[in-house]
């Protein structure tokens, strides 16, 4: 398929559903191949389907980031097939149970900083080597508005976002003068997810937009590049 992003590669994390799945097949509409990971393979199955339909490519790689030495070895089978990483969105997390901090519960914390934190951190340092040997690397990571305006009972998602922010900013900030890779932000706001659902149960999907909005967002940052530390937030 040709396109904008023809004989680029892309990888999208948490890309079986929601942002995730709807950033990965408008990537590949603009011609990208996509690499697809996230826990559930039937998800991944079918986004790399519709991918395909759409005349797209796409390759499968189900596996869980928390999981010690999953990250290492899917940077090593990328590598050994491609030389270089264009586009890494870094949109799986994991929201956990929304609660007063006195009543943060410390195990399922320590998951929740697992993924939102320790394994994007694991992802950037697998896949630096091949973001740098790419001629404008883009590397967008997902967030949430609790990541910089803390709000009552989202303490530890909101946590594990603030750090994951600055995370992904100082990665950018060591990496601008001396690559060409550049970072940028996106908080996708209200949007249609399985996540907004646990956590807004009474509220009606159709009030917020379509993961579809933020992807073109995403995707529209891939296309066109942007300035090192890139931060916004897409409206409805």
């Known amino acids: 398929m040709t396109g904008a992003l023809s004989g680029k590669l892309a990888l999208v994390t948490g890309a079986s559903r929601g942002i995730g799945a ?5 990537l590949g509409a603009q011609g ?9 393979p039937k998800g ?9 339909n759409a005349g797209g490519s796409a390759t499968i790689a189900p596996l869980d980031l928390t999981e010690n030495e999953s990250i290492g070895r899917l940077a090593g089978a990328i590598g050994e097939r491609w030389q ?5 969105v870094l949109n799986a997390g994991m929201l956990g149970s929304l609660a007063a901090v006195p009543a943060i519960d ?3 914390f320590a998951r929740v900083l697992t993924l939102n934190v320790s394994a994007q951190a694991a992802m950037i340092s697998a896949f630096d080597p091949m973001l740098r040997r790419s001629k404008g690397a883009r590397v967008i990571g997902v967030t949430s508005s609790v990541g910089r305006r803390p709000r009552a009972y989202w303490g530890g998602y909101g946590a ?3 750090a ?6 100082a990665y950018g900030d060591e990496t601008a003068e001396i690559s060409a890779i550049r970072t940028a932000i996106v908080d996708p706001g209200a949007t249609r997810t399985q996540m907004r659902a646990k956590a807004y149960p009474g509220e009606d999907p159709a009030s917020v937009k379509a993961p579809e909005m933020v992807a073109e967002r995403i995707t529209a940052l891939a296309i ?12 409805l």
Do not use: Q
């Open 22 to 26: 709807a950033t990965a097949i408008a």
């Open 32 to 40: 990208a191949h996509i690499v697809l990971t996230a826990r559930t």
């Open 44 to 52: 991944l199955e079918e986004v790399e389907e519709t991918i395909f």
């Open 84 to 88: 270089a990483l264009d586009i890494l």
């Open 106 to 108: 410390p195990k399922e």
């Open 160 to 162: 594990s976002k603030a």
């Open 164 to 169: 994951f922010e600055t995370l992904l900013g």
């Open 224 to 235: 066109d590049g942007f300035a090192p530390g890139h931060f916004e937030r897409v409206g």
